[in-house]
């Protein structure tokens, strides 16, 4: 089922919509929200900070693959909105790594 999930994104079967609001700019916001909060947990716990960091950053692999997905499948669509889906994507990376 994940399989199926990450090759369908993969492969650009799934609506470039679909794909960047729901996918990216919701869950993959949420993911990553939820991860830092964790990180920002552990940091008051006073846990290692090799954790803390570990934590902060785990998502940021499937945020890569989200952003790979959506230039993938606009590039297969073409035009000025599938360029924007792109440049969408990529300011979200990199907002996401940053924060």
Known sequence: MIA???RSRWLGEVPIDRLFWRDVMLVGTAINIGSSVAALILLG?????????????????YSIFLALAVWRTADKAGGARASLFMLGSALWLIATIVV
């Open 4 to 6: 199926d999930f990450l």
């Open 45 to 61: 716990l006073k846990m290692p900070l090799g954790l803390v960091l570990a934590v902060h950053f785990a998502p940021v692999p």
